[in-house]
């Protein structure tokens, strides 16, 4: 899943900032979003846990989980 958060996270880079924690090396945020297994990928925004997957993804899953929340995928309407 690294490789492929890894790609979105070029490809949007904008509008996206990606942090890799090791949950061994920091279990304090590991239990702050609730994290029990790994790999896990947690979408946080203003602070509080908007989305989560445990387990492996596909690019295309993450790509789903992540539009609704990227501008770059905002419909001409939406942004005027």
């Given at each position: 899943?690294?490789?492929?958060?890894?790609?979105?996270?070029r490809?949007?880079?904008?509008?996206?900032?990606?942090?890799l924690v090791?949950v061994?090396?920091?279990?304090?945020?590991?239990?702050?979003?609730?994290?029990?297994?790994?790999?896990?990928?947690?979408?946080?925004?203003?602070?509080?846990?908007?989305?989560?997957?445990?387990?492996?993804?596909?690019?295309?899953?993450?790509?789903?989980?992540?539009?609704?929340?990227l501008?770059?995928?905002?419909?001409?309407?939406?942004?005027?």
């Amino acid at each position: 899943m690294d490789s492929l958060v890894a790609q979105i996270a070029r490809k949007e880079r904008k509008n996206l900032r990606v942090v890799l924690v090791d949950v061994n090396e920091r279990s304090d945020l590991a239990d702050r979003y609730q994290i029990d297994s790994t790999p896990a990928l947690v979408l946080v925004m203003n602070g509080r846990v908007t989305e989560r997957i445990e387990g492996r993804a596909s690019a295309s899953k993450i790509e789903r989980m992540l539009a609704p929340h990227l501008v770059s995928r905002a419909t001409p309407e939406a942004t005027s």
